[in-house]
């Protein structure tokens, strides 16, 4: 479903992505977790077309997209949705206008798009009454959600999740973790999460990359993962200071 | 060595800015033979316009007032409710109505675009409309050019009637002009080109005007600093550009 070849990313002098290689089978809910700085988000601004990689491949749906924008791939191949790591909800529009954004802009009615829109909400654990609410009237886990039923609004057949938890009490955390897993098992959909949270890990994931450095160091399913004699993967999981994985200007 | 040094890399950063923001018209063109979001474009022309009336319409009614005080005080007072009159009305519609109307509605809308846009685009809310496949110059950008190229006009018009009007009153209320020989000689002196170009002018500084807030806006970097020196060179850029173009314009217009 989604496969990456030789991916080169660098910025002036900073190599970011270095010849990295992923395959994420269709169905598949795939993690790549790492350190803050190894290039997770700009991995997933590549795949998003939001960024140009400086060489290398991205199919998605057996489609080459380097170059293209996701206008395309959404027309042309398959529709995919994102879940942004601050949420990103439109301030300037209610709820209900937030998570039917897509269907709004194609002229479906606007009573339709309400209708859709408070079943999607019901889907994500919220309640009719906060539709015509506006973002800054939510709690950040209330926002994570509305966010969650944006990205699942259209039935995507891939989903990227970019660090769904940062900025949650745990609790909350493992709401919306089991709330990724429910609806992405719900749509069929393959799911690729950039995170360092090791819950979200072992809730979401049913295959783990571990990116260090500019590539993919590790990867094998999540069961694996707790039992893997690799060193960065351990020291990453169990959260040491010492070991393979060098801690610099932190 | 270091003078060449900093000199040659503010050339560059011009050099680059000023290519930039070429692409980013470029762009912005492009955008509006695509697809048109009227309801944006009317929300824009609410929030650059009518919501700008006040602001105007009090500048235009003081500038008025007070240049009809100099005219008065400054010049020969024989025959001055002629002069007076006529000056007002042509220099308020020539140049005060459009460049003033201009300049305050830089400061005010120019800095709510930038902050605006940038605040998106720091938030990621930019990214999330590109994956939600909307063009966010479709969306953002073109709503709020057109709506600046409409509206300004219109605005500077208000200003032009609000303008002639101040200097009416105090022409009438402190100089003991005659109200009714006050309005017909503005009418005898004012021309349709005058009245014409000040709108031309408008439009482009409406153009000015939505263009650095957007452009700002998309340059913004780095959070709440990053939105706020944006919003910053917004209003600088835009009212740099204004009183540069009016100076391009007028000679246009007027000498030849």
């Known amino acids: ?33 790492g350190r803050s700085g190894t290039g997770k988000s700009v991995l997933l601004k ?45 301030d300037s529009l209610n709820i209900w206008r937030n998570i039917s954004f897509s269907s709004l802009q194609n002229k479906v009615s606007e009573k339709e798009c309400k209708k859709i829109a408070i079943e999607t909400l019901e889907k994500v654990g ?13 709690s950040g886990g209330m926002q994570k959600r509305v966010s969650l039923g944006r990205a699942i609004f259209s039935e995507p057949d891939i989903i990227f999740f970019d660090e769904p938890t ?31 949270d090791m819950s979200s890990v072992r809730t979401i994931a049913s295959k783990v990359y571990m990116l260090h450095e500019g590539n993919i160091i590790w990867g094998d399913n999540v069961g694996e993962m ?19 994985i060098k801690i610099q200007n932190n | 060595m270091k003078i060449f040094t900093n000199v040659g890399s503010s050339v560059i950063n011009f050099l680059e800015e000023t290519g930039k923001f070429f692409i980013f018209t470029i762009k912005t063109l492009k955008s509006s033979i695509s697809k048109w979001y009227f309801r944006n474009i009317f929300q824009q022309m609410v929030s650059i316009g009518y919501l700008s009336l006040p602001v105007v319409a009090l500048t235009s009614f003081f500038t008025g ?54 605040t998106m685009k720091v938030t990621e809310q930019i990214d999330a409309l590109r994956t939600l496949s909307t063009d966010p110059f479709e969306y ?29 009153f105090v022409g009438v209320q402190s100089l003991d002009f005659n109200g009714t020989v006050y309005l ?4 005898i002196f004012l021309e349709s080109n005058d009245i014409i170009s000040g709108l031309i002018k408008a439009s482009v500084f409406g153009f000015i005007i939505s263009m650095m807030g957007c452009y700002h806006g998309f340059s913004s970097e780095g959070g709440a600093q990053g939105v706020g020196r944006s919003t910053m060179n917004a209003v600088v850029s835009s009212s740099i550009l204004i009183l540069g173009s009016n100076y391009i314009m007028t000679n246009l217009l007027f000498a030849s």
């Open chain 1, 1 to 33: 479903m989604i496969e990456i070849k030789n991916l080169n990313k660098r910025f002036h002098k900073n190599e970011v992505l270095k010849s990295l290689n992923i395959k994420i089978e269709k169905g598949e809910s795939a993690v790549v977790i």
């Open chain 1, 46 to 90: 590549c795949l998003l077309g939001l960024l140009k990689p400086d060489s290398g491949v991205i199919k998605i749906g057996n489609k080459n997209i380097i170059g293209k924008n996701l206008q395309y791939i959404n027309n042309k191949s398959v529709k995919i949705g994102m879940l942004f790591q601050g949420g990103a909800l439109f």
């Open chain 1, 126 to 138: 919220l309640n009719s009454d906060v539709a015509d609410l506006y973002p800054s009237e939510l």
């Open chain 1, 166 to 196: 940062t900025g949650l009490d745990p609790i909350t955390a493992d709401v919306i973790n089991k709330l990724i897993l429910e609806k992405v098992n719900d749509l069929g959909a393959t799911a690729l999460t950039i995170t360092h």
């Open chain 1, 226 to 244: 707790e039992k893997t004699k690799n060193e960065y993967i351990s020291q990453f999981i169990n959260g040491q200071s010492n070991g393979p």
């Open chain 2, 65 to 118: 007032g007070a240049l009809a005080i100099q005219i008065y005080y400054g010049g020969n007072q024989f025959n001055s409710e002629v002069i007076v009159s006529s000056i007002v009305a042509l220099g308020i519609t020539r140049e005060l109505g459009p460049v003033l109307g201009g300049i305050v509605v830089a400061g005010r809308v120019s800095a709510a675009i930038a902050a605006e846009i940038g």
């Open chain 2, 140 to 168: 953002l950008v073109f709503p709020r050019v057109i709506a600046g190229i409409i509206v300004l006009p219109i605005l500077v018009g208000f200003a032009d009637v609000i303008g002639i009007m101040g200097g009416w």
């Open chain 2, 184 to 187: 017909q000689n503005t009418e």
